[in-house]
């Protein structure tokens, strides 16, 4: 029972590069979220899937593109990385009002 | 919009020591609440949660009540262990449109229980 996997547990960047974060969830949440935890900032909201096939703005999505692939998978894309950026990302999943359940983190540094 | 204030840490205690983490909320309508723990180097576990006024959580030893008179959610713990050690979040969910609850977290308070 693996829940929320994310992947890459660890990236280091440069300026301008691009990647993108994977997130696989198996508990058949209807519900995807993509977070990012900076010192004394507490978790703030990138993007969102309420549902497969959909996606909205959370409270900091600029610099940031989601694609909801199917219900199991939602990624988040860099495509043009800053050292703004550099943080930690938790991917979170649920099903209706129903607690959410995070994975474990990316940890992603930006030079 | 909706907001959550807990207090700012770090929290030292010694190890049996009673543990309170304050955590007041601001919400437009009837929201549910929770207790996220963060352990170093992993992600948010569910600790507790109450849905509705007058609801008590509980987990672990750990309590919250849903005070809704006073927009409150304290975690309390009666003797903190050094394993308590952690970073806990409170949070809040309300429902948003389109089939959607968001969460809103508060700024997480680092407790620190030394033997």
């Known amino acids: 029972n693996a829940g929320v996997t994310q992947t890459p547990k660890f990236q280091v960047l440069k300026t301008g590069q691009s990647m993108t974060l994977q997130c696989a969830q198996d508990?058949?949440?209807?519900?995807m979220y993509w977070y990012r935890q900076d010192p004394g900032m507490g978790l703030r909201l990138i993007y969102y899937s309420a549902s497969e096939g959909t996606t909205d703005k959370g409270e900091v999505p600029n610099g940031y593109n989601v694609s909801r692939l199917n219900k199991r998978e939602f990624s988040l894309r860099l495509e043009s990385a800053a050292p703004s950026q550099t943080s930690v990302y938790f991917c979170a999943s649920k099903r209706g009002n129903q607690p959410q359940h995070f994975g474990d983190g990316t940890r992603l540094s930006i030079l | 919009g909706d907001s959550v204030t807990q207090m700012e840490g770090p929290v030292t205690l010694s190890e049996e020591a009673f543990l309170t983490i304050n955590c007041t909320y601001t919400a437009t309508g009837y929201p549910s609440l929770f207790w996220y723990v963060q352990y170093p180097g992993e992600g948010l576990q569910l600790l507790l949660k109450a849905t509705k006024a007058d609801d008590k959580g509980s987990n672990k030893g750990f309590e919250a009540t849903y005070r809704k008179e006073t927009t409150s959610f304290h975690l309390e713990k009666g003797s903190v262990q050094v394993s308590d050690s952690a970073v806990y979040f409170c949070?809040?969910?309300?429902?948003?449109?389109?089939?959607?609850?968001?969460?809103?977290f508060g700024k997480g308070t680092k407790l620190s229980v030394i033997p």
């Open positions: 949070a809040l969910s309300e429902y948003s449109g389109a089939g959607s609850y968001q969460l809103t």
């Open positions: 508990m058949n949440h209807n519900s």
